[in-house]
T-cell receptor, first 112, second 112 residues
Framework: AQSVTQPDIHITVSEGASLELRCNYS??????LFWYVQSPGQGLQLLLK??????LVQGIKGFEAEFKRSQSSFNLRKPSVHWSDAAEYFC??????????FGAGTRLTVKP | DGGITQSPKYLFRKEGQNVTLSCEQN?????MYWYRQDPGQGLRLIYY???????QKGDIAEGYSVSREKKESFPLTVTSAQKNPTAFYLC???????????FGSGTRLTVV
């Protein structure tokens, strides 16, 4: 069955430090891949997406993600984290042009 | 500005009562979705609709019902058959040719 795994439930980083959030998917072909961010009590905002082509995609707020086919991964990165980046992050994959599956999310805490 | 409006933001319901959550969009999107979010479980698909007067069950449709009489509106009814309705509910929409979803800000339902 298709699935999305975010291995880290909670990550704490210091402000200014680099960040990497992990995402792995299980599917026979390359799905469409997304990262969303959610602030408490709010909806989800799209950070970036990958359909095809260059495996390193740039998104909003200084985030980027790299698709690695051999590892079935789509990890999210940011070189220097800001306190305002504290939120929950969801990786999502879309299959068959309609069925989007979400990971369980990673909560990011930023230490001053 | 275009977007998705969910109302109310907070909703309290007594056990045994049905309650309807509103979702309205002015983005002219064809497809609309309802997700349920519980801590540590990510988003789970309840129902979705790709066109007016048509909708399909998602992974956890039991105890829920929907209608799609207008393109702009996709209300969700949480019935008394839903055993554990307390959760955060998110509505989303998208165009067929675009793959990212636009999310509303959510409704938090609490059964008292």
């Amino acid at each position: 069955a298709q699935s999305v795994t975010q291995p880290d439930i909670h990550i704490t980083v210091s402000e200014g430090a680099s960040l990497e959030l992990r995402c792995n998917y299980s599917y026979g072909a390359t799905p469409y891949l997304f990262w969303y961010v959610q602030s408490p009590g709010q909806g989800l905002q799209l950070l970036l997406k990958y359909f095809s082509g260059d495996t390193l995609v740039q998104g909003i707020k200084g985030f980027e993600a790299e698709f690695k086919r051999s590892q079935s991964s789509f990890n999210l990165r940011k070189p220097s984290v800001h306190w305002s980046d504290a939120a929950e992050y969801f990786c999502a994959v879309m299959y068959n042009n309609n069925d989007m599956r979400f990971g369980a999310g990673t909560r990011l805490t930023v230490k001053p | 500005d275009g977007g998705i409006t969910q109302s109310p933001k907070y909703l309290f319901r007594k056990e045994g009562q049905n309650v309807t959550l509103s979702c309205e969009q002015n983005l002219n999107h064809d497809a609309m979705y309802w997700y349920r979010q519980d801590p540590g479980q990510g988003l789970r698909l309840i129902y979705y609709s790709q066109i007016v007067n048509d909708f399909q069950k998602g992974d956890i449709a039991e105890g829920y019902s929907v209608s799609r009489e207008k393109k702009e509106s996709f209300p969700l009814t949480v019935t008394s058959a839903q055993k554990n309705p307390t959760a955060f509910y998110l509505c989303a929409s998208r165009l067929p040719e675009a793959f990212g979803y636009t999310f509303g800000s959510g409704t938090r339902l609490t059964v008292v």
